[in-house]
């Protein structure tokens, strides 16, 4: 048993929004699997709850007119790796989201909690970095469409107003166009964990795949909240498709990482595996559009 | 023959269809809730307990602290009682402590209707502490000025062993020695069994009754009673299925606690559930032993004279104690006899969490020193790692002076060779040779060598109880317990066996009651198949005299021209059936001149013991850059005697070398400097391995009969444990270059050793 | 004060409903409500795997699921795999003949994972099978008896098809 107050749920966004403003204080539950462990932990004890996780609409992805490709909030991790449209323009999100815990907390773990909770290891963040993601947040006074990077304010904390939920998860056309991308989780097992570092590197190269047109690194677990390497990246767009490049950019991420010191990894090392990291990915992210190194 | 065949488990059906009853499937739902208020401080008098606002909480039935709890002091350790003052367990807890030992100590409990209001209430207890300094390292807690934790034990030493032979300083004297050194360092690693430890209570009738999930019914009912001050027939336990052990149930854990709760309130039912981060944090560990060796060679490697030292960390109460770090240093003159040794073994108190018994009971620990330095000797000698073995390894004919084991069959050498033979030792050896690049390959070997059983350093013991059906199916029951190893199964096989009965018309009675049961001390030391074999073919061998003695009343043959035979007597000299064991039943069940119920109930007592032997081989991909081991491939290859169920015997090997791949590579329990808090107690931080994180476990035997067995099998609990982290080490070693000379051998020390080794 | 709720749902093929605290997980429910105690209890946080339920065709740690969100679902435990006869499953009969199963405390959670996705009759490889499986935990069998006993069943439901 949970030591919840009360539950309150809803069954559509609407429902959610004026739920949302009538228990300002209540803390949103979708999936659950991070929520429920901080009420047995003590840390949300005794609070209440609003319970969105039977708001079916905003289940599922789609693609728009424009060419957005947009991802429900509550699409658990298990339906976005198999989802078709995922695996045809950012499979690299399907992988990521795939390397979550096991199988059951695929199921249940929604992208919309792994975003909401502010947590710099979530497996999806750094990919939605990585390809610019928009949050669609909606609330009492309609929709707000945030870029992922400004939607996170610090560890733990995220940019969402009193009255709004979090609806989507968009994917631009112009940020999956022609590119690939390639995740590696470091942890200390090959399941049931979470990242000690997280990095998720795409590329778009030029037509004859000799040059990066575009670099995008993101990372987990490099900073108090998911972080880009824009530095980098800066650097290395349009730089040409070789081994000197990745090493390059080995050696440059190591400016735009910040790890800290935990009992789960020493700052020195998980400096030298954003390093490694960044290399391996970005050589895979070439291969995957089709260069060659 | 029933024995040697590979029956399916006969708890497999109950445990597939889920109908299996585990200890809180069995309690009442309606019981009040126990919940235990943990320390926050790793050393600290408790000054007061100021329990006012939990008190308050709706549904809160009693809150109960240290100034309340018995001023009993009782042991926990799953031993046999000693009536020797000298040899019994050492007695230092209370229920409930006022002298906080190790972050997490029980101060105070609460009794609720419910979990929540149990939880509500524990977070409105406040204890008013005076802190005190701690420590946590074994080394550090010898030293003079260190905190102290039992006053009794200066120093903090609960026990120091001294093992002499020859003359170690005289032998080092001689010209031409080459000495190899190392220190070795092992993991303090929980048990995670996937059932928490749990137990209710309740009284009745003026007793306490208390239902657990235990590996040890009757030692477990003294230890409660010595804890309560109460005689020890007041209390009566049950011990329904549980859901694994590995040795932390091979301890009183909280049922002392709980059945002192039941009391409080008026004898209702009282359940305590340790939650996983409790069973991480506040049940019992492996003992980390930091290991010194010395070693002195010749030229070929012979051992002129060898020092060892072993400093284990007990922990704060005593517990198992002494007996692990001990079990561990008498090893090492037995698998790699030397003329001039000289060892000591320290078990040592510190602030952390109590280290009990866990499967191996010390020697994981011991193993993975031993290998890994003779791994070293190899390395500094440039000899080869299998010859050397083969060459100084505990010689056929060996005979241990103290216990009189001994070492019958070429076993070592044949386990080797099966081992080499599956995994392409020399082959892979030679092309792992000179390896460059980021992602390098390895292979390595350990052997392994285990006392089976506890005789002759703690009583032997087993009695059993055969009760016989009218259909002529018996019931047999013992005191050692099923605890999923297949125990109760392979009870079967050899009462069916002795007694000349169809498998299926054995029924092993598997919950222990203690008021019913047979005395015995419980499933340890890897002595279920050994001690109980012997209780269970002592019983069988006098019931079948006694039902051909009956039977004569019915045929008149004479009990010697008599044999049972898949269930029916049977002439010997003809062959022919002269009734089933279902008439002879039957017949004297009923029978109004001689009534009997045909039953039988002996005590074995056992003063023999056996030693189990064998080896791992494992073969590793280091991937340097991301300081990553891939295990790729591994076996196991062990002699425990004539296996009685193949597949169960197979079984436990692949659940052993499981828990000696996490020990190798990625477990370890991690204990804040600051605070003596443990960082990582739960199931996500602590890296148990999942099935993503093993290769195939190749599990292979050798069958030397033991002569001293009654099946002629000895123990497999714990052996397939210890061999594989070393095996595992060797292997980096080789792949690497580098040295492990500590465990785990996870991703952390990977990025200091490669880095200091200049890798990267 | 408490708030209940009343949860509808289909639990091994039979339609039931109950009145249900809403704090409760769906571990709670199941085991307190139904007596279907194969749901076991090992970490009540989703790191074991030993209270796997499936529900409308995936398995989900029921430990983290809240009761409530049971309303209108399909849900099968172990129980629902026995046959009414008492016969066991294919996968049942598997986990027994591979022994499989030692304490048999975890064996639950692995059996209905194994039901949740061998029910298409598709083949997987090693490797993906260890990941399908990678969110439960055993101490007893190294993981090696569990894989054998799903692949017999996997190829023999392949066979069938």
Same mark, same amino acid.
């Given at each position: 048993?949970?030591?919840?107050?009360?539950?309150?749920?809803?069954?559509?966004?609407?429902?959610?929004?004026?739920?949302?403003?009538?228990?300002?204080?209540?803390?949103?539950?979708?999936?659950?699997?991070?929520?429920?462990?901080?009420? =047995?932990?003590?840390?949300?004890?005794?609070?209440?709850?609003?319970?969105?996780?039977?708001?079916?609409?905003?289940?599922?992805?789609?693609?728009?007119?424009?060419?957005?490709?947009?991802?429900?909030?509550?699409?658990?991790?298990?339906?976005?790796?198999?989802?078709?449209?995922?695996?045809?323009?950012?499979?690299?999100?399907?992988?990521?989201?795939?390397?979550?815990?096991?199988?059951?907390?695929?199921?249940?773990?929604?992208?919309?909690?792994?975003?909401?909770?502010?947590?710099?290891?979530?497996?999806?963040?750094?990919?939605?970095?990585?390809?610019?993601?928009?949050?669609?947040?909606?609330?009492?006074?309609?929709? =707000?469409?945030?870029?992922?990077?400004?939607?996170?304010?610090?560890?733990?904390?995220?940019?969402?107003?009193?009255?709004?939920?979090?609806?989507?998860?968009?994917?631009?056309?112009?940020?999956?166009?022609?590119?690939?991308?390639?995740?590696?989780?470091?942890?200390?097992?090959?399941?049931?964990?979470?990242?000690?570092?997280?990095?998720?590197?795409?590329?778009?190269?030029?037509?004859?795949?000799?040059?990066?047109?575009?670099?995008?690194?993101?990372?987990?677990?490099?900073?108090?909240?998911?972080?880009?390497?824009?530095?980098?990246?800066?650097?290395?767009?349009?730089?040409?498709?070789?081994?000197?490049?990745?090493?390059?950019?080995?050696?440059?991420?190591?400016?735009?990482?910040?790890?800290?010191?935990?009992?789960?990894?020493?700052?020195?090392?998980?400096?030298?595996?954003?390093?490694?990291?960044?290399?391996?990915?970005?050589?895979?992210?070439?291969?995957?559009?089709?260069?060659?190194? | 023959?029933?024995?040697?065949?590979?029956?399916?488990?006969?708890?497999?059906?109950?445990?597939?269809?889920?109908?299996?009853?585990?200890?809180?499937?069995?309690?009442?739902?309606?019981?009040?809730?126990?919940?235990?208020?943990?320390?926050?401080?790793?050393?600290?008098?408790?000054?007061?307990?100021?329990?006012?606002?939990?008190?308050?909480?709706?549904?809160?039935?009693?809150?109960?602290?240290?100034?309340?709890?018995?001023?009993?002091?009782?042991?926990?350790?799953?031993?046999?009682?000693?009536?020797?003052?000298?040899?019994?367990?050492?007695?230092?807890?209370?229920?409930?402590?006022?002298?906080?030992?190790?972050?997490?100590?029980?101060?105070?409990?609460?009794?609720?209707?419910?979990?929540?209001?149990?939880?509500?209430?524990?977070?409105?207890?406040?204890?008013?502490?005076?802190?005190?300094?701690?420590?946590?390292?074994?080394?550090?807690?010898?030293?003079?000025?260190?905190?102290?934790?039992?006053?009794?034990?200066?120093?903090?030493?609960?026990?120091?062993?001294?093992?002499?032979?020859?003359?170690?300083?005289?032998?080092?004297?001689?010209?031409?020695?080459?000495?190899?050194?190392?220190?070795?360092?092992?993991?303090?690693?929980?048990?995670?069994?996937?059932?928490?430890?749990?137990?209710?209570?309740?009284?009745?009738?003026?007793?306490?009754?208390?239902?657990?999930?235990?590996?040890?019914?009757?030692?477990?009912?003294?230890?409660?009673?010595?804890?309560?001050?109460?005689?020890?027939?007041?209390?009566?336990?049950?011990?329904?299925?549980?859901?694994?052990?590995?040795?932390?149930?091979?301890?009183?854990?909280?049922?002392?606690?709980?059945?002192?709760?039941?009391?409080?309130?008026?004898?209702?039912?009282?359940?305590?559930?340790?939650?996983?981060?409790?069973?991480?944090?506040?049940?019992?560990?492996?003992?980390?032993?930091?290991?010194?060796?010395?070693?002195?060679?010749?030229?070929?490697?012979?051992?002129?004279?060898?020092?060892?030292?072993?400093? +284990?960390?007990?922990?704060?109460?005593?517990?198992?104690?002494?007996?692990?770090?001990?079990?561990?240093?008498?090893?090492?003159?037995?698998?790699?006899?030397?003329?001039?040794?000289?060892?000591?073994?320290?078990?040592?108190?510190?602030?952390?969490?109590?280290?009990?018994?866990?499967?191996?009971?010390?020697?994981?620990?011991?193993?993975?020193?031993?290998?890994?330095?003779?791994?070293?000797?190899?390395?500094?000698?440039?000899?080869?790692?299998?010859?050397?073995?083969?060459?100084?390894?505990?010689?056929?004919?060996?005979?241990?002076?103290?216990?009189?084991?001994?070492?019958?069959?070429?076993?070592?050498?044949?386990?080797?060779?099966?081992?080499?033979?599956?995994?392409?030792?020399?082959?892979?050896?030679?092309?792992?040779?000179?390896?460059?690049?980021?992602?390098?390959?390895?292979?390595?070997?350990?052997?392994?060598?285990?006392?089976?059983?506890?005789?002759?350093?703690?009583?032997?013991?087993?009695?059993?109880?055969?009760?016989?059906?009218?259909?002529?199916?018996?019931?047999?029951?013992?005191?050692?317990?099923?605890?999923?190893?297949?125990?109760?199964?392979?009870?079967?096989?050899?009462?069916?066996?002795?007694?000349?009965?169809?498998?299926?018309?054995?029924?092993?009675?598997?919950?222990?009651?203690?008021?019913?049961?047979?005395?015995?001390?419980?499933?340890?030391? +890897?002595?279920?198949?050994?001690?109980?074999?012997?209780?269970?073919?002592?019983?069988?061998?006098?019931?079948?005299?006694?039902?051909?003695?009956?039977?004569?009343?019915?045929?008149?043959?004479?009990?010697?021209?008599?044999?049972?035979?898949?269930?029916?007597?049977?002439?010997?000299?003809?062959?022919?059936?002269?009734?089933?064991?279902?008439?002879?039943?039957?017949?004297?069940?009923?029978?109004?001149?001689?009534?009997?119920?045909?039953?039988?109930?002996?005590?074995?007592?056992?003063?023999?013991?056996?030693?189990?032997?064998?080896?791992?081989?494992?073969?590793?991909?280091?991937?340097?850059?991301?300081?990553?081991?891939?295990?790729?491939?591994?076996?196991?290859?062990?002699?425990?005697?004539?296996?009685?169920?193949?597949?169960?015997?197979?079984?436990?090997?692949?659940?052993?070398?499981?828990?000696?791949?996490?020990?190798?590579? +990625?477990?370890?329990?991690?204990?804040?400097?600051?605070?003596?808090?443990?960082?990582?107690?739960?199931?996500?931080?602590?890296?148990?391995?999942?099935?993503?994180?093993?290769?195939?476990?190749?599990?292979?035997?050798?069958?030397?009969?033991?002569?001293?067995?009654?099946?002629?099998?000895?123990?497999?609990?714990?052996?397939?444990?210890?061999?594989?982290?070393?095996?595992?080490?060797?292997?980096?070693?080789?792949?690497?270059?580098?040295?492990?000379?500590?465990?785990?051998?996870?991703?952390?020390?990977?990025?200091?050793?490669?880095?200091?080794?200049?890798?990267? | 004060?408490? %708030?209940?709720?009343?949860?509808?749902?289909?639990?091994?093929?039979?339609?039931?409903?109950?009145?249900?605290?809403?704090?409760?997980?769906?571990?709670?429910?199941?085991?307190?409500?139904?007596?279907?105690?194969?749901?076991?209890?090992?970490?009540?946080?989703?790191?074991?795997?030993?209270?796997?339920?499936?529900?409308?065709?995936?398995?989900?740690?029921?430990?983290?699921?809240?009761?409530?969100?049971?309303?209108?679902?399909?849900?099968?435990?172990?129980?629902?795999?026995?046959?009414?006869?008492?016969?066991?499953?294919?996968?049942?009969?598997?986990?027994?003949?591979?022994?499989?199963? %030692?304490?048999?405390?975890?064996?639950?959670?692995?059996?209905?994972?194994?039901?949740?996705?061998? %029910?298409?009759?598709?083949?997987?490889?090693?490797?993906?099978?260890?990941?399908?499986?990678?969110?439960?935990?055993?101490?007893?069998?190294?993981?090696?008896?569990?894989?054998?006993?799903?692949?017999?069943?996997?190829?023999?439901?392949?066979?069938?098809?």
């Amino acid at each position: 048993m949970y030591d919840v107050e009360a539950i309150y749920e809803a069954k559509t966004v609407a429902e959610a929004i004026k739920l949302r403003q009538e228990h300002p204080k209540a803390v949103i539950i979708a999936g659950g699997s991070d929520v429920l462990i901080k009420i =047995r932990e003590g840390k949300l004890a005794g609070c209440e709850l609003i319970s969105i996780y039977g708001v079916d609409e905003i289940r599922g992805v789609k693609l728009e007119d424009d060419g957005t490709l947009r991802i429900g909030s509550l699409t658990s991790f298990s339906h976005i790796t198999k989802n078709e449209l995922i695996q045809k323009y950012i499979n690299v999100l399907g992988e990521a989201v795939d390397k979550v815990g096991g199988p059951q907390i695929r199921a249940i773990g929604t992208i919309g909690g792994n975003t909401c909770n502010g947590v710099t290891s979530a497996d999806s963040a750094s990919t939605l970095m990585a390809w610019d993601a928009i949050i669609e947040l909606t609330g009492p006074e309609g929709v =707000r469409r945030v870029p992922i990077e400004k939607f996170y304010l610090g560890a733990g904390k995220v940019d969402i107003h009193e009255g709004e939920i979090q609806t989507g998860v968009l994917i631009p056309k112009t940020s999956y166009e022609n590119c690939k991308g390639h995740y590696i989780k470091y942890g200390m097992r090959n399941a049931m964990e979470i990242a000690t570092t997280g990095c998720s590197v795409n590329v778009r190269l030029s037509p004859d795949k000799k040059i990066v047109e575009r670099l995008r690194i993101g990372y987990g677990v490099a900073a108090p909240v998911p972080i880009r390497a824009h530095k980098t990246e800066e650097k290395f767009n349009s730089a040409p498709v070789s081994m000197q490049t990745a090493e390059g950019i080995s050696k440059a991420v190591l400016e735009d990482v910040n790890p800290r010191d935990s009992w789960r990894a020493s700052k020195d090392m998980r400096l030298h595996l954003c390093s490694e990291m960044a290399k391996r990915a970005f050589i895979e992210a070439v291969r995957l559009c089709g260069g060659e190194i | 023959m029933i024995v040697g065949k590979s029956y399916a488990r006969v708890d497999a059906y109950d445990k597939a269809s889920g109908r299996t009853k585990y200890t809180e499937d069995l309690c009442d739902r309606h019981a009040l809730v126990a919940k235990i208020k943990h320390s926050n401080v790793a050393h600290a008098i408790v000054k007061s307990v100021d329990i006012s606002e939990a008190e308050k909480v709706p549904g809160v039935v009693k809150v109960l602290t240290c100034f309340d709890a018995p001023d009993c002091l009782f042991p926990t350790a799953g031993h046999p009682w000693s009536t020797e003052e000298s040899h019994q367990d050492i007695c230092d807890r209370n229920v409930l402590t006022k002298h906080v030992r190790y972050y997490g100590d029980d101060v105070a409990a609460v009794i609720a209707e419910d979990d929540i209001a149990a939880n509500r209430a524990i977070k409105l207890i406040k204890v008013e502490y005076e802190v005190l300094p701690f420590v946590l390292d074994a080394q550090e807690a010898m030293k003079d000025g260190a905190p102290q934790l039992h006053e009794k034990y200066k120093n903090n030493v609960l026990a120091h062993t001294q093992i002499k032979k020859g003359n170690y300083e005289e032998a080092i004297k001689e010209p031409g020695l080459i000495k190899v050194e190392g220190w070795y360092e092992t993991p303090t690693v929980q048990h995670c069994h996937i059932e928490n430890a749990i137990c209710y209570a309740w009284e009745d009738n003026g007793r306490i009754y208390v239902t657990a999930s235990t590996q040890i019914p009757h030692i477990t009912k003294r230890c409660i009673a010595q804890a309560l001050g109460v005689e020890w027939g007041k209390i009566r336990l049950f011990k329904p299925y549980i859901g694994g052990g590995f040795g932390n149930k091979q301890d009183a854990l909280y049922e002392p606690l709980c059945a002192w709760l039941t009391t409080q309130v008026g004898g209702r039912l009282v359940k305590l559930d340790c939650q996983r981060e409790e069973t991480f944090a506040n049940n019992r560990v492996r003992h980390a032993i930091r290991y010194h060796i010395i070693s002195w060679l010749r030229d070929d490697g012979t051992l002129a004279a060898r020092k060892v030292e072993c400093f +284990s960390n007990q922990g704060a109460y005593a517990s198992h104690g002494h007996s692990i770090c001990a079990k561990g240093l008498g090893s090492f003159n037995q698998l790699y006899p030397c003329e001039n040794f000289e060892g000591d073994g320290w078990t040592i108190f510190t602030n952390r969490q109590v280290a009990g018994a866990m499967r191996g009971y010390g020697m994981p620990q011991a193993v993975f020193a031993v290998e890994a330095h003779t791994e070293d000797i190899c390395t500094k000698l440039n000899l080869d790692p299998i010859e050397y073995r083969r060459k100084t390894v505990m010689p056929v004919g060996y005979v241990d002076a103290f216990s009189k084991n001994e070492l019958y069959s070429d076993t070592f050498n044949q386990c080797l060779d099966k081992g080499i033979k599956y995994i392409d030792f020399e082959r892979k050896r030679k092309e792992y040779a000179n390896q460059t690049g980021d992602v390098r390959r390895g292979i390595g070997v350990s052997l392994l060598w285990y006392n089976t059983a506890v005789w002759p350093i703690a009583l032997e013991t087993s009695s059993c109880r055969m009760v016989m059906n009218q259909d002529g199916s018996i019931q047999v029951q013992v005191g050692e317990t099923e605890i999923g190893q297949g125990a109760d199964t392979a009870y079967t096989q050899m009462a069916a066996e002795t007694l000349g009965l169809p498998f299926e018309k054995v029924h092993v009675v598997s919950c222990q009651d203690t008021d019913v049961t047979p005395f015995g001390t419980g499933a340890y030391a +890897s002595r279920q198949t050994y001690t109980a074999g012997m209780g269970v073919r002592g019983c069988a061998e006098a019931f079948k005299q006694h039902i051909l003695e009956v039977a004569y009343r019915y045929t008149r043959m004479q009990p010697y021209l008599m044999d049972i035979k898949d269930g029916n007597i049977v002439r010997t000299t003809d062959g022919r059936v002269l009734m089933t064991l279902g008439e002879l039943a039957t017949k004297t069940l009923y029978d109004r001149e001689h009534n009997e119920h045909l039953t039988m109930e002996k005590t074995t007592q056992i003063k023999s013991n056996a030693y189990s032997f064998g080896c791992c081989f494992a073969e590793v991909e280091v991937d340097i850059p991301m300081c990553q081991v891939k295990l790729l491939n591994i076996i196991n290859v062990h002699d425990a005697g004539i296996l009685i169920n193949p597949a169960l015997a197979e079984a436990q090997v692949h659940g052993g070398m499981s828990m000696g791949i996490g020990f190798a590579l +990625s477990e370890k329990m991690l204990y804040d400097e600051k605070t003596g808090k443990l960082l990582n107690g739960n199931l996500l931080d602590y890296k148990l391995s999942t099935m993503m994180d093993h290769p195939h476990l190749e599990a292979q035997f050798v069958e030397n009969a033991e002569p001293t067995s009654a099946y002629g099998t000895k123990g497999l609990g714990e052996p397939p444990v210890c061999p594989v982290s070393s095996a595992i080490r060797n292997a980096i070693l080789n792949a690497t270059g580098v040295a492990f000379n500590e465990l785990p051998i996870r991703p952390h020390l990977m990025y200091e050793k490669f880095s200091q080794a200049g890798l990267f | 004060m408490a %708030q209940y709720k009343l949860v509808t749902c289909t639990i091994n093929g039979k339609k039931r409903s109950a009145m249900v605290d809403v704090r409760a997980s769906l571990t709670d429910m199941l085991r307190n409500d139904y007596g279907l105690t194969s749901v076991k209890k090992g970490c009540e946080v989703g790191e074991c795997g030993a209270c796997a339920v499936i529900i409308d065709g995936e398995s989900f740690n029921s430990c983290i699921y809240l009761a409530i969100w049971a309303d209108g679902k399909n849900i099968t435990t172990l129980e629902g795999l026995t046959h009414e006869d008492g016969t066991l499953s294919d996968i049942q009969q598997a986990f027994v003949d591979e022994t499989a199963i %030692q304490c048999g405390f975890c064996s639950p959670g692995f059996m209905i994972e194994a039901e949740s996705f061998l %029910q298409n009759g598709k083949i997987y490889t090693d490797d993906e099978l260890r990941k399908l499986l990678s969110g439960h935990l055993c101490r007893c069998t190294g993981y090696e008896n569990i894989l054998r006993a799903v692949k017999k069943v996997m190829h023999s439901r392949a066979k069938t098809e």
